[in-house]
């Protein structure tokens, strides 16, 4: 049988206000349609076919080539936009999920769930069905008969005889003293506990081409959505099935920006709980950031307003400080990270970095190096042991293992149009406030005097100076008095 997905993602809601598509705004760290992809491609599914706006390519530029593409539009109907997979799903037996690319809390395993339910119903369509939530979160409700079988789908405000029928309105108002928009509103409230439809279902392949034949898309007085599908489906004597949900947060469409900030904290407590249930330590839940690609060892420690991002791989052992930011970075066995930003960076077991140190890509340190309070670094290597204790800037550079870069001390690497590079040998002692001007080499074991300027290369087993010489003039201030 085959197994086909497809993922829209072309909605541009008026709610959100803003100049880019839905699926391109982020939570936890990913553009929405990353984490819809991301879920999908674990199905193993024969085709995955993602319809993207014509006129906006930013979308293929992030999925790449993780699936076919159909050219659809911001501006056109969701079955409009549906019609355009036909070419990639035609001839084709077996059936199609159908996902919106706004949903980033789906899981694999309730889609993998809903496509095997559908399966074993032998069913024309299957929806997924939310049985919690207030209306804030339901566009559209589910109507059973009385058997609870399917009946229809029915938009948010367009309620039918299901509920309006059996309002007497004249009747409540004589009794109860209520308008008949406190009517509206009391039934509205009822509706809470109605089934919601999530916006997820599978059809069978061929019975969905069939549909968007029949579709009249130049009829504009329907609302050319894929409920109407399943409506038509329905009246067609076609077997619909429903697949409830619990969680009425996991398959929520992101259509406003209060709705990102409920996809974050829920996305963000299942990150959490993951990295909980496999042995790390996470101080404060409410506070601590995880991306949903980051790797964390055991018997790690992560301190209160930590954020981790990127496709970070942290070993065991580690103790992240509070408000550190890491992204893109590996930190290995045993490190400490004290009050630090951390990006593209690689640290070494029993690192110890900051408080207050800005490690910037290119960094890469060995085994126990110290990177002190106030310190920068930026594509520089510092080997075994070096320490850069305090206020200094280390920029391409080596450094060799046991160095010490004294207090103040940095390597000058640009000249106003390129950038050189300075290498520093094994066993040095770097004093204060020395400038290293690139390009520049200092060997093993040599001693550079505090507040010296070096601008030529320096042997192995040396000492240099390059500072004024102190002048004393004994009493000279006395005299002036």
Same mark, same amino acid.
């Given at each position: 049988?085959?197994?086909?997905?497809?993922?829209?993602?072309?909605?541009?809601?008026?709610?959100?206000?803003?100049?880019? $598509?839905?699926? +391109?705004?982020?939570?936890?760290?990913?553009?929405?349609?990353?984490?819809?992809?991301?879920?999908?491609?674990?199905?193993?599914?024969?085709?995955?076919?993602?319809?993207?706006?014509?006129?906006?390519?930013?979308? *293929?530029?992030?999925?790449?080539?993780?699936?076919?593409?159909?050219?659809?539009?911001?501006?056109?109907?969701?079955?409009?936009? +549906?019609?355009?997979?036909?070419?990639?799903?035609?001839? $084709?037996?077996?059936?199609?999920?159908?996902?919106?690319?706004?949903?980033?809390?789906?899981?694999?395993?309730?889609?993998?769930?809903?496509?095997?339910?559908?399966? *074993?119903?032998?069913?024309? &369509?299957?929806?997924?069905?939310?049985?919690?939530?207030?209306?804030?979160?339901?566009?559209?409700?589910?109507?059973?008969?009385?058997?609870?079988?399917?009946?229809?789908?029915?938009?948010?405000?367009?309620?039918?005889?299901?509920?309006?029928?059996?309002?007497?309105? #004249?009747?409540?108002?004589?009794?109860?003293?209520?308008? *008949?928009?406190?009517?509206?509103?009391?039934?509205?409230?009822?509706?809470?506990?109605?089934?919601?439809?999530?916006?997820?279902?599978?059809?069978?392949?061929?019975?969905?081409?069939?549909? +968007?034949?029949?579709?009249?898309?130049?009829?504009?007085?329907?609302?050319?959505?894929?409920?109407?599908?399943?409506?038509?489906?329905?009246?067609? #004597?076609?077997?619909?099935?429903?697949?409830?949900?619990?969680?009425?947060?996991?398959?929520?469409?992101?259509?406003?920006?209060?709705?990102?900030?409920?996809?974050?904290?829920?996305?963000?407590?299942?990150?959490?709980?993951?990295?909980?249930?496999?042995?790390?330590?996470?101080?404060?839940?409410?506070?601590?950031?995880?991306?949903?690609?980051?790797?964390?060892?055991?018997?790690?420690?992560?301190?209160?307003?930590?954020?981790?991002?990127? $496709?970070?791989?942290?070993?065991?052992?580690?103790?992240?400080?509070?408000?550190?930011?890491?992204?893109?970075?590996?930190?290995?066995?045993?490190? $400490?990270?004290?009050?630090?930003?951390?990006?593209? &960076?690689?640290?070494?077991?029993?690192?110890?970095?900051?408080?207050?140190?800005?490690?910037?890509?290119?960094?890469?340190?060995?085994?126990?190096?110290?990177?002190?309070?106030?310190?920068?670094?930026?594509?520089?290597?510092?080997?075994?042991? &070096?320490?850069?204790?305090?206020?200094?800037?280390?920029?391409?550079?080596?450094?060799?293992?046991?160095?010490?870069?004294?207090?103040?001390?940095?390597?000058?690497?640009?000249?106003?149009?390129?950038?050189?590079?300075?290498?520093?040998?094994?066993? &040095?002692?770097?004093?204060?406030?020395?400038?290293?001007?690139?390009?520049?080499?200092?060997? #093993?074991?040599?001693?550079?005097?505090?507040?010296?300027?070096?601008?030529?290369?320096?042997?192995?087993?040396?000492?240099?100076?390059?500072?004024?010489?102190?002048?004393?003039?004994?009493?000279?201030?006395?005299?002036?008095?």
């Amino acid at each position: 049988m085959q197994k086909n997905a497809v993922i829209l993602a072309t909605d541009k809601s008026e709610k959100m206000k803003s100049k880019k $598509q839905d699926v +391109l705004h982020k939570v936890a760290g990913k553009t929405m349609i990353e984490h819809v992809v991301g879920q999908v491609k674990q199905l193993e599914l024969d085709n995955i076919v993602t319809v993207v706006d014509k006129e906006d390519d930013k979308v *293929q530029e992030i999925v790449q080539d993780a699936c076919l593409y159909a050219q659809g539009s911001s501006n056109d109907n969701v079955l409009s936009n +549906l019609n355009e997979t036909k070419a990639n799903l035609k001839d $084709q037996s077996g059936m199609t999920l159908i996902v919106s690319g706004n949903a980033p809390l789906l899981t694999k395993e309730t889609l993998k769930a809903m496509m095997a339910f559908h399966e *074993q119903e032998e069913s024309d &369509a299957t929806i997924l069905t939310t049985v919690s939530g207030t209306t804030e979160y339901k566009t559209r409700y589910v109507y059973r008969d009385e058997h609870g079988m399917f009946e229809a789908i029915k938009p948010v405000g367009k309620r039918d005889a299901f509920y309006q029928s059996e309002v007497d309105y #004249d009747e409540i108002e004589d009794e109860l003293g209520l308008s *008949q928009d406190e009517v509206d509103a009391y039934v509205d409230l009822g509706l809470d506990e109605e089934d919601g439809d999530a916006g997820v279902y599978v059809f069978n392949t061929e019975k969905l081409i069939e549909l +968007l034949e029949q579709v009249n898309f130049d009829n504009e007085t329907h609302e050319c959505d894929i409920y109407e599908l399943v409506n038509n489906l329905k009246d067609k #004597d076609g077997k619909v099935s429903t697949m409830d949900i619990d969680d009425f947060l996991e398959p929520l469409n992101i259509t406003q920006r209060s709705f990102i900030g409920l996809a974050e904290k829920e996305l963000q407590l299942r990150i959490n709980h993951y990295h909980l249930n496999n042995g790390v330590t996470i101080v404060d839940t409410d506070t601590t950031y995880i991306g949903p690609d980051v790797t964390i060892g055991m018997d790690t420690i992560i301190e209160p307003g930590a954020k981790i991002m990127g $496709q970070t791989v942290i070993g065991e052992d580690v103790v992240i400080g509070q408000y550190s930011e890491i992204t893109n970075s590996e930190i290995k066995d045993g490190a $400490q990270i004290k009050h630090s930003v951390v990006t593209d &960076a690689i640290i070494g077991e029993k690192s110890k970095i900051g408080p207050f140190a800005q490690l910037r890509p290119g960094t890469n340190l060995g085994q126990e190096v110290k990177i002190g309070n106030f310190v920068e670094t930026k594509k520089a290597t510092l080997d075994d042991g &070096a320490k850069v204790s305090h206020l200094s800037y280390i920029g391409d550079a080596e450094i060799g293992a046991r160095t010490n870069i004294g207090c103040g001390s940095i390597t000058v690497n640009y000249d106003g149009v390129n950038k050189f590079k300075t290498i520093v040998g094994k066993d &040095a002692f770097i004093g204060c406030n020395t400038n290293l001007v690139a390009p520049v080499s200092v060997g #093993d074991n040599t001693l550079i005097a505090a507040g010296s300027t070096i601008t030529d290369d320096v042997p192995q087993d040396s000492l240099a100076l390059a500072r004024s010489r102190q002048t004393t003039k004994d009493g000279y201030l006395k005299d002036r008095k």
